[in-house]
């Protein structure tokens, strides 16, 4: 009864009138330690997102550096604003109870609209085209305030992201080590990896720019869960959101997207990008990306209880096992991880 007290106190502070009476609903959550809860019924609604007052502001994944001063969610949200991207409203944030009221998106998620299938080609497009402009106007205009400019996928977070799946999707998951020589083929080319990854020019990168972090409210796209922006390789939203691990896509549809993106790159002012040296960086990118997330879903099962995430995993290693088909130099070690992770077998 506390909380609701005080969501609601929250609420009536963020629009300057009590609600005394407005029912309070909590929502399904994400993997992180936030809890989010709605305030009356829409179209008469707010969401509060609830922080532990313990928690720190740094990333709950890998990152170098001291925590930052402000929170990364209010931080990374001024900026995508500034740049005309569709985001959350804030109404209010009272840091020392750790709530913020947020204007309530209601329930449709990008995957949510693409049930059905028939809008899929037009919600895509829009979405790899938000992306290509959003792209466009980061690397135009960098901002040393924003914390997605102080940190970035360097070759130590592609290999530690890597080995994360080594720890949890390959040992956890088989009940089984490599052998010393395994372990340090795997070392070599898991470093390999991540120094290619690392050598491409960054920008601004979501970094889970996926079907559920992206809400449809009135006909328009509204991009969530940024805080842990960072700078990053063009392609890396695009693996998020076309490899995504929960609504899978076909390799047709998705090189149309990839042209699609491209096209609207340069249509926004960017420059003319090569498709095919930019779709095998894709394919790469798609195999260190799809490894890590099966291997986190597999650690926030074991490490947080909560087993949401394990129904995905088929869908990653199956993106992971397509990759490996395009990138053929990289046979070794798709059998290497084989004898632990039979689903990536040819």
């Known amino acids: ?171 956890a998951w088989s009940g089984k080590k490599p052998t010393d020589a395994e372990r340090a083929e795997l070392d070599r080319t898991f470093r390999e990896i991540a120094r290619t990854l690392a050598a491409a020019p960054r920008g601004f990168t979501h970094r889970d720019y996926q079907s559920r972090n992206i809400m449809v409210k009135d006909g328009e796209l509204v991009v969530i869960d940024f805080q842990d922006a960072l700078q990053g390789p063009r392609q890396y939203d695009l693996v998020a959101l076309l490899r995504d691990s929960y609504v899978e896509l076909d390799r047709d549809f998705v090189d149309t997207m990839l042209d699609r993106y491209i096209d609207a790159f340069a249509a926004a002012g960017g420059e003319k990008i090569e498709r095919g040296p930019f779709k095998d960086f894709f394919d790469l990118l798609t195999i260190q990306r799809k490894l ?23 869908a990653s290693l199956r993106y992971v096992k397509a990759a490996f088909a395009r990138r053929r130099e990289l046979r070794k070690l798709q059998d290497l991880i084989s004898r632990y992770v039979p689903e990536l077998s040819e």
């Open 1 to 171: 009864m506390e909380l609701e007290a005080a969501l609601r106190d929250q609420v009536g502070k963020a629009i300057g009138r009590p609600v005394p009476n407005a029912p309070i609903k909590k929502l399904k959550g994400d993997a992180s330690n936030r809890s989010y809860y709605r305030v009356g019924t829409p179209p008469e609604s707010w969401v509060v997102m609830v922080m532990p007052l313990d928690a720190t502001k740094k990333s709950e994944e890998a990152t170098k550096g001291e925590p930052p001063k402000e929170l990364p969610f209010v931080n990374v949200h001024r900026y995508l604003e500034k740049l005309g991207v569709r985001v959350p409203r804030i109404l209010r944030y009272d840091e020392p109870a750790g709530m913020m009221v947020l204007e309530d998106l209601t329930d449709l998620t990008f995957e949510a609209a693409l049930e059905g299938g028939k809008h899929r080609e037009a919600l895509y497009g829009r979405a790899v085209e938000l992306l290509a402009r959003l792209r466009v106007q980061a690397e135009r205009q960098p901002d040393s305030e924003c914390l997605a400019f102080t940190r970035a996928f360097d070759e130590d977070l592609y290999d530690w992201e890597l080995h994360h799946f080594r720890e949890w999707g390959l040992e």
């Open 292 to 314: 890590k997330d099966a291997g986190r879903f597999e650690f926030i099962n074991r490490v947080k209880g909560n087993p949401g995430f394990l129904v995905s995993i088929p």
